[in-house]
């Protein structure tokens, strides 16, 4: 199981990829922005991804991302907790979403919703 995380934050792909590692998920690969993210789909099995970035933000890159692989798991990770904001990104292609600050809890949660369909 391969996981890209996608976040400008570079303390936050740490965060994520700990996280991801506590709960048995070594392979984790990682982007700062949408667009370098796209570089690297290949072998992905599933997607956390970051809303506010610069060069494409998250919803940019997800819509990208539907355009070649409609089946892969996108989780949003982001601090936007407005439902408007929820509606859209699942709209577009997000599988789940988890509001910023996250417990290694709900990132597990999340991360097996998904990749259960």
């Known amino acids: 199981m391969k996981f890209l ?3 400008d934050s570079s ?4 965060i ?3 996280s991801l590692k506590r709960i048995g998920y070594e392979d984790v690969v990682d982007a700062e922005n949408g667009r370098e993210a796209l570089e690297n789909l290949n072998g992905i099995d599933i997607i956390l991804t970051d809303w506010n970035m610069p060069e494409m933000d998250g919803l940019e890159f ?4 539907r355009t070649q692989n409609k089946t892969i798991p996108i989780l949003m990770v982001t601090t ?4 408007d904001d929820i509606v859209e990104a699942l709209k577009n292609g997000v599988n789940n979403y988890i509001v910023k600050p996250f417990t290694p809890e709900t990132l597990k949660e999340k991360v097996e919703t998904v990749l259960k369909g």
């Open 16 to 18: 994520i990829k700990n």
């Open 62 to 65: 997800v819509k990208q991302v």
């Open 80 to 83: 936007n907790a407005a439902k």
């Open 11 to 14: 303390t936050m792909r740490r």
């Open 5 to 7: 995380v996608v976040d």
